[in-house]
């Protein structure tokens, strides 16, 4: 069912907001036709852990899945980055977001932007880059390990109580001293 068009297409919100709308946290959503990653902010009511705390049988929230502006489907992702604002903050005319009705058990999506310009066939080459910095240094730690556990091997600990700032330093030192 990925990369399917599930939805007919529709348009961008463009009619002016007729109300102040409160929003306290933001996510993002994924299309998995045309890639574009968009956030959504919550209207005061939704997934609302201040309003929770007062009333909990009032608590609404949010759907997993919406369509998107292609037809395709927006799902929920990167749910460790989902951001908590410390107040209720007024959202600008060109900001998604879900809104709270009394009508609905849960939010209503509004799509007033395109969301970004990612797409799935063209993954952010920086995040590529650092992620194989990453690897490699890993890598290196492991070997650096793995070399220090030959040489000592009376040593019954090894290097399991050794910090990694201790093993990136003496990586640092021999890189200096080109052991």
């Known amino acids: 069912m990925r990369g399917q068009i599930l939805y007919p297409p529709q348009d961008i919100e463009t009619e002016p907001?007729?109300?102040?709308?409160?929003?306290?946290?933001?996510?993002?959503?994924?299309c998995d036709c045309c890639g574009r990653i968009f956030r959504f902010y919550l209207e005061k009511g939704l997934e609302d852990k201040m309003q929770d705390e007062?009333?909990?049988?009032?608590?609404?929230?949010?759907?997993?899945?919406?369509?998107?502006?292609?037809?395709?489907?927006?799902?929920h992702v990167y749910w460790n980055h989902d951001i908590r604002l410390n107040s209720y903050h007024p959202i600008k005319e060109q900001m998604n977001y879900f809104e709270n009705t009394e009508e609905h058990e849960c939010g209503i999506p509004h799509i007033r932007n395109y969301g970004s310009e990612y797409l799935i066939d063209q993954p952010?080459?920086?995040?590529?880059?650092?992620?194989?910095?990453?690897?490699?240094?890993?890598?290196k730690i492991k070997d650096f390990r793995d070399a220090f556990n030959e040489r000592n091997e009376d040593n019954p600990h090894g290097l399991q109580h050794v910090s990694t700032s201790a093993l990136k330093a003496e990586l640092r030192r021999r890189k200096r001293w080109k052991y």
């Open 17 to 30: 907001l007729q109300r102040k709308i409160m929003v306290h946290m933001f996510m993002h959503y994924r």
């Open 54 to 75: 007062i009333e909990p049988d009032k608590h609404k929230p949010v759907p997993f899945c919406v369509p998107c502006l292609c037809g395709g489907t927006l799902e």
């Open 124 to 139: 952010n080459v920086e995040f590529m880059k650092a992620a194989q910095q990453l690897e490699e240094a890993k890598e």
